[in-house]
């Protein structure tokens, strides 16, 4: 084994071990540092978010991993999610594309310290997981990879977070299938710009769906958009009481 190797393999697993403590702060947070933004903030920023060299990321640079683990969120809005959704104390949870698990695993720890979280179901067409044991061991989340939002079609759930697909048609069927099922559906990139050309992307989808969903649900943006040349990432949420029994 070289020495690059070896000092890659090095790294990667001190980052690893960095997030196993992040998450371990969550499963032993108080209830007052649960509803703490600078606390799950302080978490997240241990965490991390996976490498990558995105100008909308330049205020949070020392939330950035060297490896392929974390987040691949703006902190802030995610925290933001996590503060709004943990209210509803969610028991079943969907994540239709999961990437490399860092959502998955934050929001299950999040959810699961709450209370009441009995089911995280991390949906993707490719398995890049990272560490998925070790929080499998203690956490309720289980893989269905390869496999896609239409192998739940109809099932309801409290949480169904949509982050995969990001073509207009791509995101309309996880909606179709899962997210109008669900008491809360989340959808990341509602402000991206950079689908635009595969059919207006998630951006088109989400106004439509605001459209469509205005007079019988809530609807919120979390979207701090810190890119410099326009909106970027953001995440929507639906609220709805009637659940499965409306098609936009």
Not at 79 to 94: E, M, R, T
Request: charged share 20%.
């Amino acid at each position: 084994m070289n020495d690059s190797f070896s000092n890659d393999l090095d790294i990667e697993n001190k980052i690893i071990i960095k997030g196993r403590e992040a998450i371990g702060r969550i499963m032993s947070a108080t209830p007052a540092q649960l509803t703490d933004k600078a606390f799950l903030l302080s978490c997240l920023q241990q965490f991390g978010i996976p490498y990558c060299d995105w100008e909308g990321l330049a205020q949070f640079n020392n939330y950035i991993n060297p490896v392929n683990f974390g987040i691949q969120q703006i902190p802030t809005e995610f925290a933001d999610y996590l503060l709004f959704a943990g209210q509803h104390h969610p028991k079943k949870v969907i994540e239709i594309g999961v990437l490399f698990g860092g959502v998955s695993v934050f929001s299950a720890a999040y959810f699961a310290r709450l209370g009441g979280l009995q089911d995280y179901i991390c949906v993707d067409i490719h398995d890049n997981f990272q560490d998925f044991e070790h929080y499998a061991s203690f956490l309720p989340i289980r893989k269905n990879m390869p496999a896609t939002s239409a192998d739940f079609y109809g099932q309801s759930f409290d949480i169904a977070f949509i982050d995969a697909d990001h073509s207009y048609d791509g995101v309309k069927k996880d909606w179709l299938n899962v997210g109008r099922f669900a008491k809360l559906a989340a959808f990341h990139d509602v402000r991206g710009r950079e689908h635009d050309h595969l059919n207006g992307g998630v951006r088109r989808f989400w106004l439509e769906l605001k459209a469509a969903m205005r007079n019988h649900a809530s609807i919120m943006e979390i979207a701090h958009h810190p890119y410099i040349d326009g909106d970027w990432m953001g995440i929507g949420l639906v609220l709805s009481d009637i659940a499965g029994k409306r098609v936009a």
